[in-house]
């Protein structure tokens, strides 16, 4: 899976932040960069007592489905033209979710607020956040509308 993945945008621009949609997952980082943040506030809620470590390859194992074929078709149910990651994106995503880790575990909020309140500001900035990402997916999914 990770053989024919590429390292990098095919418009060999090397701007680390590119949000324009054909772009989007092939620069190290892009609007879906942060609901990586939200997946590390997300899974220090539910798995804090497992460890960082724990929680970093689970975040791998996620992404490893998130660009297999199976992972790809998912999140396609929504996301038309989403190809997979590059591998700079994954790099990127992983950490992400360190930041959002990190700072959730440091920061003296209620964890489940601070993750509510960041969900609502992505939507407000770009109508998109973790929790949509999955739950459009999955709705698609179930009713098949592009199988
Ligand atoms: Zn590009």
Known sequence: MFKNRK????CNQYNLWDNREKHQNKHLFDQYSFTHISGGFFQYIL???????????????FEIFENASAGIKFFRNEYDIYKGDTIANIIGDLFMFAVGYYTISKIKINNILLFITFEMLLYFVYNDNFFLVFYKSFLNFLYSKKV
């Open 7 to 10: 390292f990098w945008c095919p």
């Open 47 to 61: 798995f804090k007592k497992y460890g960082f470590l724990f929680n970093l390859i689970l975040h791998i194992v």
